[in-house]
């Protein structure tokens, strides 16, 4: 059975949706857990999909999650190796006009940027970030100013991410959600409207609308 859906313009989530900076973002996370005396399974529970002051105000409310951000940002900076793009990503925004997609992220701009740019990547003309929002995912903040920067009501846009919590930030802005199971299992995703273990599942036709089709999971 095959699925069609159409809007006007599309937003991507970053990590584990167009990019794959998973031994990156993992190691870490965990290294810091372990300097911290946490879990490492239990933080890396609560790391995808969410700004990083929010993953430490999860995990460790006792620390200062202001200080401890900045300190992995400046790790985070330092190691892209490893930082590949998602499997048919390229192709895929290369069939859409720049003014058809943009990225809606909870990594800081100059990080976002930068890891796009590694994996060979285009930058998006439009950008949403943890510097932009007050609230990270899953609130629906970012994902309305994302669609806010299209002029569009969110209505006319459709959402890829990866994380149950960037599906929740989506939908509660009135987005429907195309859930990529590169991080986490089908099931765990189930509230998105479809769900595809990658780009090349996609057919996509790009004039005055964005068409897509795709196979409905068994």
């Known amino acids: 059975m095959t699925w069609q859906i159409e809007c006007t313009a599309l937003l991507f989530d970053m990590d584990g949706t167009l990019v794959d900076s998973t031994p990156c973002i993992e190691g870490l996370w965990r290294r810091w857990a372990v300097r911290q005396h946490l879990d490492?399974?239990?933080?890396?529970?609560?790391?995808?999909?969410?700004?990083?002051?929010?993953?430490?105000?999860?995990?460790?409310?006792?620390?200062?999650?202001?200080?401890?951000?900045?300190?992995?940002?400046?790790?985070?900076?330092?190691?892209?190796?490893?930082?590949?793009?998602?499997?048919g990503a390229a192709d895929f925004l290369a069939q859409l006009r720049p003014d058809q997609w943009g990225v809606v992220t909870s990594a800081p701009r100059d990080i976002a940027l930068a890891k796009l740019a590694y994996a060979g990547l285009p930058a998006p003309t439009r950008l949403i970030s943890a510097d932009d929002v007050s609230q990270g995912k899953p609130h629906p903040e970012a994902f309305l100013k994302g669609a806010a920067l299209f002029g569009l009501d969110p209505q006319q846009c459709v959402a890829f991410e990866d994380a149950l919590s960037g599906v929740q930030s989506a939908q509660a802005a009135g987005i429907a959600v195309i859930a990529l199971t590169t991080s986490h299992s089908a099931q765990a995703l189930s509230r998105a409207e479809h769900i595809i273990t990658n780009y090349h599942s996609l057919t996509l036709k790009a004039g005055e609308r964005i068409v897509i089709s795709g196979l409905a999971q068994q």
């Not at 995990?59 to 400046?74: C, F, K, M, N």
């Open 40 to 87: 490492p399974d239990f933080v890396m529970q609560h790391v995808h999909g969410r700004r990083g002051i929010e993953t430490i105000a999860l995990v460790a409310p006792h620390l200062d999650a202001t200080v401890e951000v900045a300190v992995l940002l400046q790790e985070e900076a330092r190691t892209l190796d490893g930082t590949v793009a998602i499997e």
